[in-house]
């Protein structure tokens, strides 16, 4: 699910694809207050599901937002629950799972449902900046 160089993701904006496969980046909205380089609901990084059906994309304003890539609609409402802007997110190989980091957790989501699996994986001491599936989806 690596994104190419001038990709337009469904909101139109072309993203540019960071040192990892999958992840990319943009910039929606500038001036968010406390991030003085970042925009209020700006895209932090976003990933395309295995199936290419899905985008979820992270925020500054510290939810995920699921997105049909063939419309550019939101899936439903914004997913809920860091306190932290959520700098990392990534599908598993079978695109049931979504996982998030951002602040000290990482966070486990059904990619369909949008709800949380679980408890928070709680441990770090500064914020999470990288999450990633093995290619068996573990």
Same mark, same amino acid.
């Given at each position: 699910?690596? !994104? ?38 700006? !895209? ?25 890539? !063939? ?27 979504? !996982? ?39």
């Amino acid at each position: 699910c690596a !994104a190419s160089a001038g990709t337009v993701i469904p909101t139109g904006q072309t993203v540019t694809p960071l040192a990892l496969p999958g992840a990319v980046q943009q910039r929606l909205n500038p001036g968010y207050p406390g991030y003085p380089n970042f925009g209020a609901g700006e !895209a932090v990084r976003s990933q395309v599901s295995p199936d290419g059906k899905t985008l979820a994309s992270g925020s500054y304003d510290n939810t995920i937002r699921l997105w049909d890539a !063939a419309t550019g609609k939101p899936l439903g409402e914004p997913l809920r629950g860091h306190l932290e802007p959520v700098t990392s997110v990534c599908f598993s190989p079978d695109g049931k799972t979504l !996982a998030s980091g951002g602040d000290k957790t990482i966070r486990l989501w059904d990619a369909v449902t949008g709800k949380p699996l679980g408890e928070p994986l709680r441990g770090h001491e500064r914020s999470v900046r990288s999450v990633c599936f093995s290619p068996d989806s573990q």
